[in-house]
Nanobody
Framework: QVQLVESGGGLVQPGGSLRLSCTASGFSFRSAVMSWYRQAPGKERELVGFISSTGGTTNYGDSMKGRVAISRDGAKNTVYLQMNSLKVEDTAVYYC?????????WGQGIQVTVSS
């Protein structure tokens, strides 16, 4: 059974930092490109960034570029999203996604709220 379980979300003040985790099971994590997306209320889901299966390549969307970093730990089957200098407009549900040659899997999403 494939599972992607996000954790680490919550309430943070503007300017603060947060690290999200996404732990995978049920498929070959080491062969999957791992991505983070987010969806704010009333807006379309957008790409935050992704990391290659080897971890050697990362790429980020414009909305959070320079403020986020994605990493992965093969031993833990976990991908991370480090977010810094958070803004109120970063408030959204954050999702991780795994893309393999054949399939695409999504996590259930986790709420991040940036507010004073």
């Amino acid at each position: 059974q494939v599972q992607l379980v996000e954790s680490g979300g919550g309430l943070v003040q503007p300017g603060g930092s947060l690290r999200l985790s996404c732990t995978a099971s049920g498929f070959s994590f080491r062969s999957a490109v791992m991505s983070w997306y987010r969806q704010a209320p009333g807006k379309e889901r957008e790409l935050v960034g992704f990391i290659s299966s080897t971890g050697g390549t990362t790429n980020y969307g414009d909305s959070m570029k320079g403020r986020v970093a994605i990493s992965r730990d093969g031993a833990k089957n976990t991908v991370y999203l480090q977010m810094n200098s958070l803004k109120v407009e970063d408030t959204a549900v954050y999702y991780c996604k795994a893309t393999t040659i054949r399939y695409e899997y999504w996590g259930q999403g986790i709420q991040v709220t940036v507010s004073s």
